[in-house]
């Protein structure tokens, strides 16, 4: 999927990022081309460098995996 | 012996006093950690998870007193941090640190330096800012491992203070009524440091040079001239003399110039223009009015969205706008859209380093493409509009096409807010003259707006093809060159020509040399710094309207 945030992943869209996965039990990472971070960690984010336009993948592992990847997919898509 | 360094000027004012060095960050950060015995993992994962809950309480509190003193937007960064404290990278890398053997303090030290150094390794300029707000918070909670009380950055008696760099929270910590003033060797004029210091009145030099303050003993004499960028080390007995005389001179000034506070804008025979004043947010508010300005003659959006993650909301912009229009109601104020690029690079706003920053995607360009930026910042000044007198101004008009753009944006949101059934009021829309282009086609602009602001700085700047930061050229650099006063003479006629009004408010209006020029020249209205105002209109009130016309003219033919 692509962000669509115009400040591309910086602090504010981060932030809601790591609220909505803190929500799952499942281990969510992104990844961006070699890079990758758990969705939980703001800094792990924004190191990501993440800019608008950026393509992500979101993986998520758990008991709620199906759940959580969609919810964060449909959160980062909105993104402003 | 008297020795002189010079910076970048970052906050105008003078200061005579005591030097204070900080204890450099770089130290702050490395944990003096020899000799100490680790205590088995488990006690020191114990001992962390005490000063976490230690750093968090001070954080909380810190973010607290900013908003109360300082502001939102510079609260917001402590916010930030509060969320990197708990950041699950961080707590992995120091949990590890322990359990190889390591005190908590050099797990911590260790752990932040590996993520600060990812973010300063990243290639874009805000986020690699945050490298400094993840050494912030690793010194803080190393600190209260160590069991160190929350300092107070300062010394006994009134002092200035020597900093390699300041991190937000020591700024944000720094009690007004004892530092005098503000000297780093890093940082740039748009630094952290720098706007805090501005909006605190607190005189600042940065960017004196790596090391140039090392070796300077606390307690050493110093005179800090923030306007100048200078900082002088040991005076001689003449040189304090001499300052102290500025000093007292200034002092006297002030007294007699507030005299004039409610004497009107007006030459000894009776032409009167409006004499406005510049700001930058809320903070300039107390000294335009206690200046007496007529208004706001420029207010730079862009500061509320410097030194923060993220641009402000309509909501944050239109309480800011708001509590400006109140506070100088009948009196009106000129909002100016953002006007990012060129010298105020915005990290989050996505303004990639160009090869010609002051000819690329600036101002106005930026907005038209940002058009969801803009439409907060116009829907928040039409609200604001319900409370006083708005009045809003697109900066670095080039074309016919960016005005209409941006107004037909402006009626859509008067459209949009009286659906929603929001309170507005009417404003009236100008914009700002600063590209010789827009100057050259005034008389085709005026019809298209309510007034024109004459931006000098840039359009002399681009009139006279010198940029005035570089020193090669700067004396190149002339306000008052035939052919930027031809402008704006030009640029008056085509107002007045279509019953429109026009003002300046770049630098040229505070300076002598050319107020009576200007004023000659037909202008209807000057915007300057608030600490100028009164200077102004004291030199204002010793000219004739004919002296005026007569500079005008032979400046128009002749030059200086």
């Known amino acids: ?25 499942s281990t969510i990472r992104l990844k961006h081309g070699e890079k990758e971070a758990a969705a939980g960690s703001i800094v792990g984010l924004m190191s990501l460098g993440l800019k608008q336009g950026a393509a992500v993948t979101i993986t998520a592992d758990g008991p709620d995996e199906a759940e959580a990847a969609q919810a964060l997919a449909t959160l980062i898509a909105g993104l402003e | 012996m008297e020795r002189t360094l010079k910076g970048i000027p970052a906050a105008p004012g003078l200061a005579i006093g005591q030097a204070v060095a900080l204890k450099r960050t770089a130290d702050a950060g490395r944990p003096a950690v020899t000799g100490e015995v680790a205590l088995d993992p488990a006690s020191e994962w114990v001992r962390f998870g005490q000063a976490l809950d230690q750093a968090r309480e001070s954080v909380a509190r810190l973010e607290e007193r900013t908003r109360r003193e300082v502001g939102e937007a510079e609260a917001a960064v402590f916010g930030a941090h509060l969320l990197m404290l708990e950041d699950p990278e961080l707590l992995e890398r120091v949990k590890a640190g322990i359990e190889a053997g390591s005190p908590a303090e050099r797990a911590v030290a260790a752990a932040g330096e590996e993520l600060a150094g990812i973010m300063a390794g990243l290639d874009d300029p805000y986020l690699q800012e945050r490298a400094l707000d993840i050494r912030d918070i690793s010194r803080r909670l190393i600190a209260a491992l160590r069991g160190e009380q929350e300092e107070e950055v300062g010394g006994p008696a009134p002092f200035i ?73 040991d005076p001689s007995e003449e040189t304090l003399t001499r300052y102290e005389e500025l000093l007292a001179q200034r002092e ?32 300039d508010l107390a000294a335009v009015l206690e200046a007496g300005a007529e208004g706001v003659g420029l207010f730079r959006t862009e500061f509320l969205f410097m030194e923060r993650e993220e641009p402000p909301s309509e909501e944050e912009q239109y309480a800011i706008y708001r509590e400006v229009a109140e506070r100088l109601a009948p009196r009106p104020v000129i909002i100016r859209t953002l006007d990012a690029g060129g010298d105020k690079p915005i990290a989050y706003l996505g303004i990639e380093r160009e090869e010609n920053p002051f000819l690329g995607w600036r101002g106005i360009r930026y907005s038209l493409d940002q058009v969801e930026l803009l439409r907060s910042q116009l829907r928040a000044a039409l609200r604001a509009a319900a409370h006083g007198s708005i009045r809003v101004m697109f900066p670095m008009i080039t074309t016919l096409a960016e005005v209409r753009r941006a107004r037909a944006l402006l009626i859509e949101c008067e459209g949009e807010l009286r659906a929603e059934g929001i309170p ?41 093809a010198v940029d005035r930061g570089n020193r090669v050229v700067s004396h190149l650099y002339d306000p008052l060159h035939p052919a930027v006063l031809r402008l ?9 020509r279509h019953g429109k009004w026009a003002g300046l408010c770049g630098e040229a209006g505070s300076h002598p040399d050319a107020l009576p020029i200007l004023v000659g020249l037909g202008l209807d209205e000057l915007s300057v710094a608030p600490p100028s105002v009164l200077r102004v209109k004291a030199q204002l009130r010793g000219l004739t309207g004919a002296e005026c016309r007569r500079q005008a003219s032979d400046h128009l033919k002749t030059g200086t």
């Open chain 2, 424 to 464: 507005l009021g009417p404003v009236e829309v100008g914009i700002m003259v600063e590209v010789p282009a827009a100057a050259l086609c005034a008389d085709q602009l005026a019809p298209e707006v309510d007034f024109f602001s004459i931006g000098s700085n840039d359009l002399t700047q681009y009139t006279l």
């Open chain 2, 488 to 496: 704006i003479h030009q640029v008056v006629e085509a107002a007045h």
């Open chain 2, 161 to 233: 203070l020597l900093a390699d760099d300041l991190l937000p929270s020591q700024t944000a910590r720094l009690d007004r009524h004892r530092v005098l003033g503000l000297a780093t060797a890093g940082g740039g004029p748009t630094s952290h440091t720098a706007v805090l210091a501005r909006s605190m009145g607190i005189p600042a030099v940065v960017g004196l040079g790596a090391g140039t303050l090392d070796g300077i003993a606390d307690g050493v004499r110093l005179i800090l001239d923030g306007a100048e960028g200078l900082l002088i080390l």
């Open chain 2, 252 to 283: 006297v000034e002030r007294a007699a110039l507030s005299a004039l506070r409610h004497a009107p804008a007006q030459t000894a025979d009776g032409h009167r223009i409006e004499l406005a004043a510049n700001i930058a947010g809320l903070q």
């Open chain 1, 1 to 25: 999927m692509t962000v669509r945030a115009t400040t591309g992943l910086h602090a504010r869209p981060a932030t809601q990022v790591v609220q909505e996965a803190k929500r799952f039990q």
